[in-house]
């Protein structure tokens, strides 16, 4: 079985540039979650889906994020403009919908902004 | 509200040697607790998790960790290092109950062995 799988692995963008990270959550997960690493930093939560629904978007830093999950599969975040800030690792997780289970983690998209 | 602080960034240990890696955790709930390990150019890993079973806590690679409510701790420990354990470790916590489980991590330690 397939994991998460997120791409790319890697993006290097000018500030002000668009960039769209995408995650393809394990078949059969509902729940699908985006977190970030800011260099050094703690990873830190910033959005929810159930199937194609934002549940909780609290973590987004602001409205230059955009977050989709169509038909409840793949999702992609857009970054847009982007700014030197929003250098990190885009790590996504995904795992079932019932209680107490797992959430399995993509490699991570490790983005630049220079 | 829940915070997770794991203390030391880096942690240096010989091969061989024991391994300990703190974490003490906030939460206003009776939380769930997890341990991840980040392997180079890889993605987030579960070691082991507690979720209000047994307090002792096995996972996997010989690595445990002990729910102490008391001291509000999560310590992750290896009897033995081994070169291939050098990776990031995280300790997390979540909320009890439901599917929709947001982790809150901490800053993460850097695990290096040295041979």
């Known amino acids: 079985e397939a994991g998460v799988t997120q791409f790319p692995s890697h993006s290097v963008i000018e500030k002000g540039q668009t960039v769209t990270l995408r995650c393809d959550p394990i078949?059969?997960?509902?729940?699908l979650y985006w977190y970030r690493r800011v260099m050094g930093k703690e990873i830190k939560f910033l959005l929810h889906?159930?199937?194609?629904?934002?549940?909780?978007e609290s973590g987004m830093p602001n409205n230059r994020f955009l977050a989709e999950r169509t038909g409840g599969t793949y999702s992609t975040l857009k970054v847009q403009p982007a700014e030197l800030e929003d250098s990190g690792v885009y790590f996504c997780?995904?795992?079932?919908?019932?209680?107490?289970?797992?959430?399995?983690f993509g490699q991570g998209t490790r983005l630049t902004v220079v | 509200a829940q915070s997770v602080t794991q203390l030391g960034s880096h942690v240096s240990v010989s091969e061989g040697a024991l391994v300990l890696l703190r974490c003490n955790y906030s939460?206003?709930?009776?939380?769930?607790l997890f341990w991840y390990v980040q392997y180079p150019n890889q993605g987030l890993q579960l070691l082991l998790k507690?979720?209000?079973?047994?307090?002792l806590v096995k996972g996997i690679n010989g690595f445990e960790a002990e729910f102490k409510k008391s001291e509000t701790s999560f310590h992750l420990t290896k009897p033995s290092a081994h070169m291939s354990d050098a990776a990031e470790y995280f300790c997390?916590?979540?909320?009890?109950?439901?599917?929709?489980?947001?982790?809150?991590f901490g800053s993460g330690t850097q695990l290096t062995v040295l041979p």
């Open positions: 997780a995904s795992s079932q919908i019932r209680a107490n289970t797992e959430a399995f």
């Open positions: 078949s059969g997960h509902d729940n």
């Open positions: 889906f159930v199937k194609e629904s934002k549940q909780d």
């Open positions: 939460s206003s709930v009776p939380p769930y």
């Open positions: 507690y979720t209000s079973a047994a307090t």
């Open positions: 997390a916590v979540s909320q009890r109950g439901g599917s929709a489980r947001q982790l809150t």
